[in-house]
């Protein structure tokens, strides 16, 4: 059934398909409105879920880490500062391999208070060991919440979804809700092998020395690297019931390019709008869309940009000190290889500032006339 | 005991590979392989102590096991438990000076338990005439008994439950000594005296009153027909006044003479009013007595009232009853009519000067002042002494007391065949029922040794009760205590070691004594036996110091879990030293310190 | 024979939820306390760990002395993770199953003390129990808010001595309108025992404050530990008594609010503070004034308690 709907309905709507048992989140804009229509519908009986109306979003976390423990399929959702604040459970609803899934709209962080679009806030969370998925249009948004929980539950590791506050969160879209049957269909019941069980009593997190800790964590990087895998599984299924295909990281033209923007979340849609103006001019331009970012693709990014001249990556993101994110990690993942390409950095839209396809265009056109970045990274539209 | 060791069910896990771990952190097992053991250096263990009323006890009665009995209502148990220490529950259940009350842990905290009511209950409860359940056969040794007061009854109960063959001589036509000829039937009736023989008889103890050694029979003789022997003539001669007169009236006499002769059923001739002198028992008692046979009587004593050696509930009894007392008072003249009557007795004011020997305050003549006493006979009780005319100087004496050992036995001069042991009032020991029965016990013990040629001095060691000097009968039998647990007689648990905070108040039971004025008519026993319901009442109130009672306390405190129930059939706990780690709550939190807490090392055997 | 202790025999030697060789101190109340709590609580309980010395107490991977379920969350989450368990079990008709919630005093009057209020406001159906050992022990012994006065601890110590009062925290948890608020410690394990029996049957957030003695926290031996924590209710310091909020209404034929105080232990022995302070070691560098202070404001206390307990309705902020 197509309906227009925003970005944060099109999460609760995925959340319902999921058949999701409690939830337990905090609000901050622009996420409330996620939050505020799952309310009612737990209220309506909608959904037969148990909202847990949470003082913090780390109690908005720590909470669906009990439940999950429990056995139960969870749900969180945040953006910005309350990711921000979560930050410690984050690591633990991963460390104790909870299937949990979050969703989280990219707000930029404080101070001073900004509420639009920057992917700082989840970044700044790539070690925490979640799963981390980007979206970049409501569709896409509610079908990842879909095939999240189809990930989480197989590697047992909690996924992060995110999408850009406002130009997804608050903007309005078609978007194709699936029958239930069919998400049934797709997604099983939950029934993990470990949780809290009264008959087979266990201590889930406990104690452990440095004589166990080490594989511990091995284990779980292990479970993340085949997250991969399993995610392209997934996303096949997902086609097969659904009709939509998804993957790891989705390439717009890349067969024959030789200069290759990288973007991530919506981004990519202006990108793409720029590649194809490019390519009406006859420009062997193309896009790589990063959709999975950890684990980290690094085989497909290889296989995508290893062959091209010039890769242009964008970051709506400042590591400050450093530059951006999802460029400093394309470059460690491209340096094994011998003719490596040119990489361009460029920051761009940093706290919800507009990057329009001119900007793309703009970007591009710097990349194709310099051998060599100029500014390492670009700050794309910085008033000098 | 058949209980699984927990840690023989710990699981160890060794993980060598990553791929032998759990796809999460979750536990697989308890902790049991971790022996928390290994931590400790002073371990806990279970130890049966000495009670302090047991270990004031000179026979070392073991009340708290009888007054566990009777909390069961297991009276038949409690009494031969009883009678393990002390034969003669209903007798000292009646007139003992309760050394145990004096020092019962329990008066901290509010009062202490009547203990001797209590035994008198237990003695009560039993035909006393029934013979010891668990005679052993002859052994093949006979032992002459001379005198059958309580510490010749006692040397022949136990010397027969060792085997002995048992005769007993008596001077007097009835059994019993002072039980039966000095303390007034008021309070000890005959008919418990004799059941009480009646008892002795029924285990094979030949009885022969009227038989004076020295007069009807010689000490040489019994010497050489009996292999040991034992000496308890106590003291049946009384001190004298030494004043002119004293001799002359036959309104003046002996306290413990005119108690033989209303005991005997003799008649005395006290005239209207009486003046006791002296202030010990046989002065209260013969003072008491004459209340009862319609005179008044007062007491004439040469100290004050805290001075006097009479048990002080007997001097309050006394008082009750009309008997009065003049103190700081000693005699110096007695003046007598032609007829033999008295007319006055003239007497000194004293004054109390600096302690004697005896601690008391030494009682000293105020210059001069003299006053008069009007009275129409006059009753000495100061002092009871030994006739010894019956050694025949083979055994020596010194002070009025015989000469003993260790062992209480005696350095008899010419040859014969038998051991000669004594006990009771001729040796030197203070001069009450319990002592005696201590002395007896002791004896019969002594002799058994004797006869097996132990040492005796290093079964004295083993059986001797706290500080002693009691000693343990049933520990020299082997027999083992109600509760199987080490056994630690050394230790005495007094008040200090008690936790209070355990307890709660509750008062003593009352006793029920008929009021002055109807028993001063009569030489009938006027208290009664508790009832079953104020013996169980009071015997709750007993704090089992020392010993373990399965309160539960240790196991529901210990935080590690190392305190296991012994369980059916068996009694008490047992730790699990392969978890405790010497915490010592258990130690602390035991509200009668029935725990010990030992070195680590010290090799032990415990029977956990 | 007569028990001290009106706890069942059945209950003492029926098979452990709590099995030996943990990792505890010698004497440490936690796991007497966790013993004792579960004796009250039966099988189906789950119970909720944040940091604190009991993440220790239960062993290491992959082994877990508590046999029934547990959960180790972080620091600051043990009523809000005890609330998701809640939500979780609920979801799958487990109702019946108690969550507890066990935290240190840090992990409840400091750092916990936000999703603890949370969890309270909304009335989750938890048990939360703080075993109150009066600072951070795990850490090696720091202050808290839950520190008395006077007490050493390796962040007051001699020449910054703790003059601020321990929190209040039986009345800030009263002031959430929970159902029930007790207090109890392990020197009275029956009273323990009655408390985590009765609140089995309530619902919505129970909390029960816990004093837990800790030998090396404290500097006491180890074997006095639990005779010093009976001291402290003895003087009054730690008085035990619990609140109900709700009475069944004849009358209306429903609950209504009425919040009776009942205290358990009326101490049969006056014992002045200072004979509880001297007991410890923590307690040395306090000066008399302080004492005397510390004396009136606990007579003070237990006036009002008492006032608050002789049945007149009160509200939580009288
Ligand atoms: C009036 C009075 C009241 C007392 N009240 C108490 C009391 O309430 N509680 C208490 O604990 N103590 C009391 N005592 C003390 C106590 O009675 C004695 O310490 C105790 O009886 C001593 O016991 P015994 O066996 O050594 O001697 P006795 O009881 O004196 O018995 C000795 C026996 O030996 C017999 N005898 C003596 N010479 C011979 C001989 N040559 N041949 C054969 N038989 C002989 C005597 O006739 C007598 O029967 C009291 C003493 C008196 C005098
Ligand atoms: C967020 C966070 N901060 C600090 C710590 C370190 N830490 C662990 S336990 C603890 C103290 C616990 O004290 P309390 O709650 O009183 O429990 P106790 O150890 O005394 O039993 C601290 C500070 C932590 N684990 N997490
Ligand atoms: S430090 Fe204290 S609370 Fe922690 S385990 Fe040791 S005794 Fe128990
Ligand atoms: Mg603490």
Same mark, same amino acid.
């Given at each position: 059934m197509k309906q227009v709907i925003k970005g944060n309905f099109a999460v609760s709507h995925g959340v319902k398909l999921c058949r999701v048992k409690v939830i337990s989140a905090y609000p901050i804009t622009p996420q409330t409105t996620i939050v505020e229509e799952l309310s009612e519908m737990c209220a309506s009986g909608e959904l037969d879920a148990k909202f847990i109306k949470v003082e913090s979003e780390h109690s908005a976390m720590a909470g669906v880490i009990g439940s999950s423990t429990a056995g139960v399929r969870s749900f969180t959702a945040t953006s910005s500062q309350g990711l921000l604040l979560m930050h410690e459970v984050l690591h633990w609803a991963a460390g104790a391999r909870l299937p949990i899934v979050l969703a989280n709209v990219n707000r930029a962080v404080g101070p001073g208070w900004n509420i639009w679009a920057d992917q700082t806030d989840s970044l700044s969370q790539r070690d925490t060991g979640l799963i981390q998925v980007y979206c970049e249009s409501n569709q896409e948004v509610l079908d990842s919440v879909i095939m999240a929980y189809k990930l989480a539950e197989k590697v047992s590791l909690p996924v992060m979804l995110t999408y850009d506050a406002f130009f997804l969160s608050h903007t309005s879209e078609i978007v194709d809700i699936p029958e239930i049957e069919q998400v049934d269909e797709f997604l099983p019941p939950y029934n993990p092998e470990f949780r809290i069980d009264i008959n087979n009593p266990r201590s889930f997190g406990g104690m452990i020395g440095p004589d166990y800790y080490f594989e511990e964590r091995y284990i779980m990087h292990k479970d993340a690297l085949k997250a991969l895998e399993y995610y392209q599984q997934v996303c096949k299924e997902f086609e097969e019931i659904f009709g939509r295909e998804y993957d790891i990281c989705e390439e717009y033209r890349t067969g024959d390019a030789e200069v290759i923007v990288v973007a991530a979340g919506t981004i990519t849609s202006v990108s793409r709008i720029a590649v194809d103006k490019f390519r009406e001019e006859g420009k062997k331009v193309g896009l790589m869309k990063l959709r999975m970012f950890r684990p980290v693709p690094v085989e497909r990014w290889r296989k995508v940009l290893g062959n091209v001249a010039k890769v242009v990556v964008m970051d709506r993101n400042l590591t400050a000190g450093l530059g951006g994110v999802f460029a400093s990690e394309i470059q460690a993942a491209l340096y094994p290889i011998e003719n490596k390409p040119m990489v361009y950095p460029v920051i761009a839209g940093l706290g919800g500032r507009d990057v329009t396809p001119d900007d793309i265009e703009g970007i591009i056109n710097y990349a194709l006339s310099n051998d060599k970045p100029t500014d390492v990274p670009l700050f794309w539209g910085l008033k000098e | 005991m058949a209980m699984k060791k927990r840690s023989e069910m710990a699981k160890e896990y060794d993980f060598t590979s990553w791929r032998d771990f759990t796809p999460m952190n979750i536990s697989l097992g308890t902790m049991l392989h971790n022996m928390t053991g290994s931590w400790r250096f002073i371990k806990p263990i279970y130890e049966d102590k000495v009670p302090a009323c047991q270990n004031a006890c000179p026979a070392g009665n073991d009340i708290e096991g009888w007054i566990k009995l009777v909390q069961k209502g297991e009276y038949d148990k409690a009494y031969w438990h009883l009678k393990q220490e002390q034969p003669f529950p209903a007798i000292l259940g009646r007139i003992c000076f309760k050394f145990c009350e004096t020092s019962c842990n329990r008066a901290v905290l509010d009062d202490y338990v009547s203990i001797n009511e209590l035994e008198r209950f237990v003695g009560d409860q039993v035909d006393l005439s029934t013979p010891h359940p668990d005679l052993p056969e002859y052994n093949g040794k006979n032992l002459a008994v001379v005198g059958s007061g309580p510490a010749g009854m006692s040397v022949a109960y136990y010397g027969r439950l060792l085997g002995f063959r048992v005769t007993m001589f008596e001077a007097l036509p009835e059994m019993g /000594?002072?039980?039966?000829? @000095?303390?007034?039937?008021?309070?000890l009736p005959r008919e418990v005296v004799a059941a009480e023989f009646a008892g002795l008889k029924n285990m094979g103890i030949e009885l022969l009153p009227k038989t004076g050694v020295g007069k009807d029979i010689t000490l040489n003789e019994l010497r050489n027909n009996y292999d040991y022997m034992f000496l308890a003539t106590g003291v049946h001669a009384s001190m004298k006044l030494n004043l002119e007169g004293e001799d002359q009236s036959h309104r003046i006499m002996s306290g413990l003479g005119m108690l033989k002769k209303v005991a005997l059923g003799e008649e005395v001739d006290l005239g209207d009013r009486v003046a006791v002198i002296g202030g010990g028992n046989t002065a209260i008692d013969a003072a008491r007595t004459a209340i009862r046979l319609g005179a008044d009587a007062t007491v004439v004593y040469r100290r004050s009232e805290t001075e006097m050696p009479a048990h002080s509930e007997e001097i309050e009894k006394a008082r009750e009853e009309g008997v009065r007392f003049r103190f700081l008072a000693a005699p110096e003249k007695i003046e007598l009519n032609d007829d033999g009557t008295i007319r006055k007795l003239v007497c000194c004011e004293m004054e109390l000067g600096p302690p004697d020997e005896s601690g008391r305050k030494r009682p000293v003549k105020k210059d001069g002042v003299l006053f008069d006493i009007k009275t129409d006979s006059i009753v000495t009780a100061i002092g009871e002494?030994?006739?010894?005319?019956?050694?025949?100087?083979?055994?020596?004496?010194?002070?009025?007391?015989?000469?003993?050992?260790?062992?209480?036995?005696?350095?008899?001069?010419? %040859? @014969?065949?038998?051991?000669?042991? #004594? @006990? /009771?009032?001729?040796?030197?020991?203070?001069?009450?029922?319990?002592? #005696?029965?201590? *002395? /007896?016990?002791? #004896?019969?013990?002594?002799? %058994?040794?004797?006869?097996? /040629?132990?040492?005796?001095?290093g079964v004295l060691k083993k059986i001797a009760i706290g500080d002693g000097p009691a000693i343990s009968f049933s520990q020299y039998m082997g027999w083992s205590p109600i509760n199987p647990v080490r056994q630690n007689n050394s230790m005495v648990v007094d008040s200090e070691k008690i936790v209070y905070d355990y307890f709660v108040k509750e008062p003593?039971?009352?006793?029920?004594?008929?009021? #002055?004025? *109807?028993?001063? @008519? *009569?030489?009938?026993?006027y208290s009664d036996t508790f009832s079953e319901k104020d013996a169980l009442q009071e015997a709750s109130r007993c704090m089992h110091c020392g010993r373990c009672t399965e309160c539960d306390n240790c196991l529901i405190f210990c935080p590690d879990i190392s305190v296991l129930v012994k369980g059916k059939g068996h009694f008490g706990y047992a730790f699990d030293y392969d978890y405790c780690k010497g915490c010592g709550i258990c130690f602390t939190e035991c509200p009668r310190n029935a725990i010990t807490m030992i070195d680590e090392e010290t090799p032990i055997e415990i029977d956990n | 024979m007569q028990k001290t202790f009106d706890i069942p025999r059945e209950l003492m030697t029926e098979e452990e939820l709590l099995q030996p060789g943990m990792?505890?101190? =010698?004497?440490?109340?936690?796991? !007497?306390?966790?013993? !004792?709590? &579960? $004796?009250? &609580?039966?099988?189906?309980?789950?119970?909720?760990?944040?940091a604190c010395c009991w993440t220790i107490i239960n062993g290491v991977y992959p082994y877990s002395a508590l046999q029934v379920p547990i959960i180790h969350v972080p620091f600051e989450t043990a009523a809000i993770s005890a609330s998701g368990v809640r939500a979780g079990l609920d979801a799958r008709g487990e109702k019946d199953v108690v969550v507890m919630a066990w935290a240190g005093d840090g992990g409840t009057f400091d750092i916990g003390i936000q999703s603890l209020s949370g969890a309270a406001e909304r009335n989750d159906d938890i048990l939360y129990v703080c075993y109150d050992n009066e600072a951070y022990m795990n850490t090696g012994i720091q202050r808290s808010s839950a520190t008395p006065v006077g007490a050493w601890t390796t962040t007051t110590p001699a020449g910054s001595i703790k003059e601020e009062p321990k929190k209040d925290i039986e009345e800030i948890m009263l002031a959430h309108h929970i159902p029930y608020m007790a207090t109890t410690s392990v020197a009275y394990p029956d009273d323990m025992y009655m408390k985590f029996k009765k609140v089995r049957h309530i619902t919505g957030t129970k909390f029960i404050h816990l004093l837990s003695p800790c030998p090396p926290g404290w500097r006491i031996d180890p074997s006095k530990s639990v005779q010093i924590t009976r001291m402290a209710t003895q003087a009054k310091v730690f008085? !035990?008594?619990?609140?109900?909020?709700?009475?069944?209404?004849?009358?209306?034929?429903? &609950?209504?609010?009425?919040?009776?105080?009942?205290?358990?232990?009326?101490?049969?022995?006056?014992?002045?503070? $200072?004979?509880?302070?001297?007991?410890?070691?923590?307690? =040395? =560098?306090?000066?008399?004034?302080?004492?005397?202070?510390? =004396?009136?404001?606990?007579?003070?206390?237990?006036?009002?308690?008492?006032? $608050?307990?002789?049945?007149?309705? !009160?509200t939580p902020n009288e």
């Open positions: - | /000594g002072i039980l039966r000829v @000095g303390i007034p039937a008021y309070r002494i030994p006739l010894f005319d019956y050694l025949n100087k083979i055994i020596k004496t010194e002070n009025r007391v015989i000469e003993v050992n260790e062992c209480l036995e005696v350095d008899a001069k010419a %040859d @014969g065949k038998a051991k000669i042991f #004594a @006990g /009771g009032d001729i040796i030197d020991m203070p001069h009450t029922v319990v002592h #005696a029965v201590a *002395s /007896g016990k002791k #004896a019969a013990i002594a002799m %058994d040794c004797d006869r097996k /040629g132990v040492e005796f001095a003593q039971v009352e006793k029920k004594i008929q009021d #002055a004025n *109807s028993r001063k @008519g *009569s030489f009938e026993p | 990792l505890s101190c =010698q004497g440490c109340g936690a796991s !007497l306390a966790m013993k !004792l709590a &579960l $004796k009250g &609580l039966g099988k189906r309980t789950v119970v909720v760990i944040p008085p !035990l008594y619990e609140v109900r909020r709700w009475r069944f209404s004849k009358k209306r034929g429903r &609950l209504e609010e009425n919040w009776k105080y009942t205290i358990n232990i009326y101490p049969d022995r006056e014992l002045p503070v $200072k004979e509880y302070m001297k007991a410890q070691g923590r307690f =040395q =560098q306090m000066t008399e004034d302080m004492v005397n202070d510390v =004396q009136e404001r606990v007579d003070r206390k237990w006036d009002e308690l008492i006032r $608050k307990a002789d049945g007149r309705p !009160l």
